[in-house]
C-alpha cells in the first residue's frame, strides 16, 4: 500500500492500534518495498531517474511520458514468500522531439536493461504540452485575429489546449506529433468549462511547436450563463439531524505489510499512475485455506467518443487512460466528502515529466460501512431469521480533464465484489448563438426534427449552452484464478425448451452450459433474449457437489458502441464492441485500447489480441468487462453532475460449498 | 402512516421531539384516518366487517379473501385539503364454496355499496384452504400408501400445502376450485424446504375438499442435508471493530399527519395488503414549489415461472401477489438486522380471512443512511470540490412462502428514487436420488449435455437437492404525474448516423425523439444495439431552456421472459414480456397480472388492457416497470441465500433548471 496513512480519526486510537506499522507509515517516500506488487517507491523513481541520467542519452528535449512499475513474472510473484528477495523493474516511455524510447531499468540492479526506439507509436500528452502547445496556440496571429473577430482582445483570460485525435484522423501522425487545439476564455469563472470559444481549430505540430493550420468557421459568442459549483452556498435541508458513523475502537480492517486483510478477504493494492488502483492477489480465507478469486484487477481503459460532427468537436474521442495518464490519472480525495469520517486514506506517488516523483495525499481511502441491510434473512412461522451487513470500500477518483469517475471495489461478505464507477465533474459544453431550445421536443419521429436545432447533438444544460451527447465505456481487466491460475469460461445460455402438452405448459428455458474454446467464443454481447451466465470455473478442483469451483461475472445496466466498426475512432475503443472478453494470460497484454493509443490504427489491444482467436480452455485466462453508458446531459448535470454510478458484479458460483455469509454475527 | 411508532432510539428524545405526533401514534388501532389515502385503520376494518354481518349474506362458509382501501377519485385527492371530509371505501372479495362476490362499502356512511357475484375468476387462497387442504391431501388413503411406499409411516411431520394452478392447465378451474397439492417432511428439521417428498402430485377439490386425483411416478428419498439455517452460529469474523450508525437527536425525517418530509422530498406511505409499501403523492419542494413527481408507486405484481417439466414442478407458475395475498403480503422486520439502529418501524395493518384486522408490527422502517461517497465533485487546479450526501430508505419484506423480498424506495437528495429488490429468502429445492453432479459441467454444447441428469434444470445445491432454475419477474406501477397530471412518453431513441469523411470520422449517434401516440408505441425492449432513453415529460409546462420538465425511468440489469408467448403461463404472466409498458390512468388498473390471475385466461392485465392501444399523449399516464431476473442457482443460495439486488431509477430529466444537490451543505 502506497505512502501515507492519514485518518480522520483520533490520532492517538489509531498511533495505539497500529503501532507496529508506524515505521512503514512514517518512512513511506524512503521504504523499500515490501512485496513484489508494491507500487515505486520514492527512492526507485529516484533510481530510475539516475540511471537514465546516467546512461548519458538524456538531454535537455528529453522527457518522462510514464515510469510503471514491470511487474515480475506471475509465477515469481505467487512462488515469493516473506523474507525472499524481490526483483524490481521499471518500464519507462521516454519522448524526445515526437521520438518514442522504451526503456527498462533493473532498480535493485540500478541498471539500464533495454532501450529500444519505437516507431508509429505516440507518447501520451505531457502536462508541459498542454501548456506550451495552449500558449503558442493562443498567441498565433491568425488565433488572434480570430479572436479579435469574436471580441475578445484581453489574452489573459483566454486559455487554449492541443487535444490528440486518432492516426486515422492525421495520417501525417506517422512519424510526426500532430494536435487539435481549442480555446475558451473563462472570463468572471474560475475554470474554463462552460466558456468555450466555437468555431475555431488550430492544428499544431507539438515537435516543431508549429501551428499549421487555423480553421474558423466564424464566431459564436462564449456563453455567460453561471458556472461557479465552487462557491455554492452550502444549504442545510430542512430537518437535517446529525448523522454520525464512529468506529470508536479504529477500522475493523487491517493492513500487514501492505496487505488489506478484512474479515475473510485478503487483497493487496497499488496505485498506478496509469490505471488507478490495481487490485491483485484477492484471495478469500473459507476458514482451512486461503483461496485464490483475483490475481489482478484493475481499470484498463476509458473510451470517451463525443457525438457532435462540428469543427472542434468530431475530433473529441479520448481514449482517457492511454491519452493523458502523464502525471498520474487519480486526484485526491475530500475528506468527509469524498469518503465518511471512518475512512483512511492512503497516499500515492506519481513521476513527473522529468520521471521525479511527487507525493499525491489521498489518493485512495478504505473504509467501512453498513446500508444497514441484512446480508439474508428469512421469516417463516413467527420466526425471523437475518444477519446484518457490512461493506469494505475501497475509492479512489480519477480525474482526466472535466469528469471526474469515481472507482469503487466493493468487498462483500458473501464473497462478492461490487465494481462501481460513479461519473461525475464537469460535462463538455458547446456554446451556441440560440439562447435555449426553440423546438417541440415532443415529437413523433426523425423527419420532424429541425436538422439546424442547435441542440441536434445534445440538450441545453444552460442559456447559450448545449451539452453534447457522448459515452463512456471502461474497460476492466479482471485476470480471475479462481483456486489457481487455470480456468476455463462457461457461457450458460439460458434456451427456451418446448414441452409436451402433458405437462399443461409450451415451455421452460434450460440452462446449456458452453464452454468457450477459443476468445472468439467468449466474445459476449447482451442480449435479453438470449441470455448467459458468465461463470469463469477452474475444472481442476471440483466442490463437494462435483461442480467445478466457479466465479461469475454479472452486467449492469450496460451499452455497446454505436459508432460504426469501420470507424477509425471506433477500431482504436473496439473494446467497446462486446460487454465480455476473455484472453489467454499474457504479461503485456495490460490495456484494452493497446499502450499507445492515440496513433493506434487498431493493431493493439483487445480487438487486436484476439484476431489470433487463441485457446483459453484450462489455462491462464483474464476476463474483460466493458462498463459502458451513453450519456444524453439533462440540466441537472449542470454546472457539475450529481454522481450517477454504474456497476458489475463478481460473485461466487459454486465456490463456497453453501452460504458464506450463513454464520455472520447478529450485531453488525 | 400505518400505526405505531417504533424506534431503538432512546425513547425520551422521541417522546420530546414527536410530542406533537403522539396521539396519533399511541392511538393507532383506533385512530380515523388522517387522509384519503390512508391505508384502512382498525375501526374501518370493524366497520367493513359489520356492514357485511348486517347484509344478512354472509354465512359460515363465507370467507373475506381480500379487503383492501378503494381509493378515492383522483381529482378528488388531488382537491382534498386539511379538514375536508374524507372519503372512505373499501373494495372486498369474497369466497363461499369456491363461487366470488365482490363487495364495496361505504365506510363512513356504513353502507353495502354494491354486490357483485363474479363467475370465472378465482380468489387468492385463504390461510385456511393451506391449511385444510394440506391437511386433506395428507390423509387421503392414497397418499398415505404413497408416503409408506417411502417409507414416511409417521405423518406427524408431513405437511401437504396445495397450489393453484392456472386455467391454461385446468379448463375446469371455470367452476370449480381445483388446486395442486404435494408434500415434504421436515423430520429433523423446523421447516419443511430442502425435504421435498417428490414424484407425487395430488389434485384436490378446494371446494368439495374432495381429492381427485393422486400420481405417483414413483419414490425418490427426502434429502437429509443440513438446512438449520435458523440456528447458524453467530461467528465474529476476525478483527471485526463495532461500526455505529448514530443519530442522536433523532431522524432527519419528519411525519405529520402520515406525510413523510424529507429535506426537499414529501411523500405518503400506506402497507397494502396485496402490493405491500404505497407511495402517494411524491412531491419535491425545489424552494418555490412543491412539484408533483409521483402520484402512486408500488409493486403491482410477481410473476415466478419456474423451469422444470416434472410432476409437481410444471405446475409451479406462481403469480405472487395476486394469489397468495390474503393475510397480507409484508412480514416483519427484525430490529438492527434488516433495518439499522437509527430507523423508525411502522405497524401495518391487515384482515384475517374473515375480515378481521390484525397487528403487524415492523412491517416497513424508514431511516437515514450515508453511503460515505459524494453527492457530486471535481477536482480541478489544485481544488476539490465535492458534498457528501445521504439517503432516505423506505424498506419492507415481502414474504411469499419460501422467498423474501426486501422492496426499497431510496429517496435521493438529487431529485432520483431508486427502487430496489433484494431477494433473499430459501430457494424452491427437488429431491433426486443422486447424491451430487456427476457430469462434466464444462462442455461445448448441449449435445453433450444428458438428457437424466438430476441437475439438468437446476444445479445440486446440497447432497441429493437440487436448486430448480426460475425466473422472478416483478412489475412496479408507477403514476408518474410530472409536474401534474397530463404527461407524455418520449423515447429518446439512439441511432447511428453517417458523417461526411470532412469529419476524418465515420459515425455518431444520434438521439431521435420520439413520442408514443399510444400503447403499442411504448412497449420497450431493451436492446443494446437500439439503446433508448425513457423520459416522461409534462408538456405542458417548460422548463426555463424550453424543454418539457420530465423525469426518466432508468432501468438496470434486466431480463425478458423466455417463454413461448403462446404459453398459458406467460399470458397470464404477460407483463414480463417488456420491460416498459404505458397505458393510461384507469383507477381499476392497478395489477399488471389483473385482479385474479389464477384462473385468469389472459384477459385482464397489461397485455390485456393494451390491445385496445388507446392513446397516451398529454394525458394522465402510468408506467409500468418490469424488474427482472433469471435464477440459476448456486451452491451459496443454500441453505438460506445471500440478498441479492436489483434496482432501477427514477430520476429528474430537465425537472430541474439545474443540479438539485448544488447547494448541499459541507457536512454529512
Known amino acids: 500500500m502506497e505512502g501515507k496513512l492519514k485518518t480522520d480519526r483520533c490520532r492517538t486510537q489509531i498511533l495505539f492500534l497500529w503501532s507496529f506499522l508506524a515505521p512503514a507509515v512514517a518512512l513511506a517516500q524512503t521504504q523499500a518495498p515490501a512485496h513484489p506488487l508494491d507500487a515505486l517507491k520514492t527512492q526507485e523513481y529516484w533510481t530510475v531517474y539516475e540511471v537514465l541520467q546516467g ?45 518514442v524510447t522504451e526503456a527498462r531499468i533493473d532498480i535493485a540492479g540500478r541498471k539500464l536493461e533495454s532501450w529500444q526506439e519505437r516507431k508509429g507509436v505516440q507518447a501520451p500528452i505531457l502536462e508541459s504540452e498542454f501548456k506550451d502547445l495552449g500558449e503558442l496556440v493562443k498567441n498565433d496571429p491568425r488565433v488572434v485575429d480570430a479572436l479579435a473577430k469574436r471580441g475578445i482582445k484581453d489574452l489573459t483570460t483566454v486559455e487554449c489546449v492541443p487535444l490528440p485525435f486518432g492516426y486515422f484522423a492525421i495520417p501525417e501522425l506517422e512519424g510526426h506529433r500532430i494536435m487539435y487545439g481549442g480555446c475558451a476564455d473563462h472570463r468572471g469563472a474560475y475554470l474554463t468549462w462552460g466558456r468555450s470559444i466555437e468555431g475555431l481549430l488550430v492544428k499544431v505540430d507539438a515537435v516543431e511547436k508549429k501551428v499549421l493550420d487555423v480553421t474558423d468557421e466564424g464566431p459564436v459568442p462564449v456563453p455567460t450563463s453561471p458556472i461557479n459549483f465552487q462557491e455554492a452556498a452550502s444549504i442545510p435541508r430542512p430537518g437535517t439531524t446529525p448523522l454520525a458513523v464512529t468506529q470508536p475502537l479504529g477500522p475493523g480492517f487491517q493492513l500487514a505489510g501492505g496487505e488489506v486483510r478484512w474479515q475473510n478477504w485478503r487483497f493487496r493494492v497499488r496505485l498506478d499512475p496509469r490505471v488507478g488502483p490495481v487490485i491483485n492477489l484477492v484471495r478469500f480465507d473459507d476458514g482451512t485455506n486461503l483461496r485464490s478469486i483475483l490475481y489482478e484487477g484493475s481499470l484498463s481503459e476509458l473510451f470517451v467518443p463525443y457525438m457532435d460532427p462540428a469543427a472542434g468537436w468530431a475530433t473529441r474521442i479520448f481514449i482517457d487512460a492511454g491519452e493523458f495518464f502523464q502525471g498520474g490519472v487519480l486526484r485526491p480525495l475530500r475528506e468527509v466528502a469524498d469518503c465518511p469520517a471512518n475512512a483512511t486514506y492512503f497516499d500515492g506517488l506519481v513521476p513527473d515529466e522529468h520521471g521525479i516523483p511527487v507525493l499525491r495525499s489521498r489518493e485512495a481511502c478504505l473504509y467501512e460501512f453498513s446500508s444497514g441491510a441484512p446480508a439474508w434473512r428469512h421469516f417463516e412461522k413467527e420466526e425471523i431469521s437475518s444477519r446484518p451487513s457490512r461493506t469494505l470500500v475501497l475509492r479512489s477518483a480519477a480525474v482526466i480533464g472535466n469528469y471526474d469517475y469515481l472507482l469503487d471495489w466493493r468487498f462483500e461478505q458473501d464473497g462478492s465484489i461490487h465494481v462501481a464507477v460513479g461519473a461525475t465533474g464537469i460535462i463538455e459544453t458547446k456554446g451556441v448563438t440560440a439562447k435555449k431550445a426553440n423546438h417541440d421536443h415532443a415529437m413523433s419521429g426523425a423527419s420532424e426534427v429541425s436538422e439546424a436545432a442547435p441542440d441536434e447533438f445534445g440538450h441545453f444544460v444552460a442559456e447559450n449552452t448545449v451539452g453534447v451527447n457522448h459515452d463512456h465505456f471502461l474497460s476492466f481487466r479482471l485476470d480471475l484464478d479462481v483456486d489457481g491460475q487455470n480456468n476455463s469460461f462457461i457461457a450458460h445460455r439460458l434456451k427456451q425448451r418446448q414441452l409436451p402438452a402433458s405437462t399443461h405448459r409450451k415451455s421452460i428455458w434450460v440452462a446449456e452450459p458452453f464452454r468457450a474454446r477459443t476468445e472468439r467464443d467468449a466474445m459476449m454481447d447482451i442480449h435479453l433474449e438470449r441470455p448467459a451466465m458468465w461463470v469463469f470455473e477452474n475444472p481442476n478442483v471440483r466442490g463437494p457437489l462435483g461442480y467445478a469451483t466457479g466465479y461469475e461475472i454479472m452486467p449492469g445496466h450496460a451499452a455497446a458502441s454505436l459508432l460504426d466498426p469501420e470507424d477509425g475512432a471506433q477500431r482504436v475503443g473496439a473494446f467497446s464492441s462486446h460487454q465480455l472478453w476473455v484472453t489467454p494470460y499474457r504479461a503485456d497484454e495490460l490495456y484494452a485500447a493497446g499502450v499507445y493509443p492515440t496513433a493506434s490504427k487498431g493493431d493493439d489491444g483487445l480487438a487486436a489480441w484476439t484476431k489470433a482467436n487463441r485457446p483459453i ?35 461466487p458460483f459454486n465456490f463456497f460449498p453453501q452460504n458464506p455469509v450463513l454464520t455472520l454475527p447478529n450485531a453488525p
Open 55 to 99: 546512461t548519458g542519452r538524456i538531454d535537455k528535449d528529453t522527457y518522462t511520458a510514464s515510469v510503471l512499475l514491470h511487474e515480475p513474472a506471475k509465477d515469481k510473484v505467487l512462488a515469493w514468500k516473506d523474507g525472499d528477495p524481490i526483483q524490481r523493474e521499471a518500464d519507462v516511455i521516454l519522448l524526445r522531439k515526437g521520438h
Open 617 to 651: 480452455e484450462n489455462t491462464d485466462i483474464v476476463a474483460w468487462y466493458t462498463l459502458g453508458f451513453h450519456h444524453m446531459p439533462r440540466a441537472e448535470d449542470w454546472p457539475v453532475m450529481p454522481v450517477m454510478w454504474h456497476e458489475f458484479v463478481i460473485r
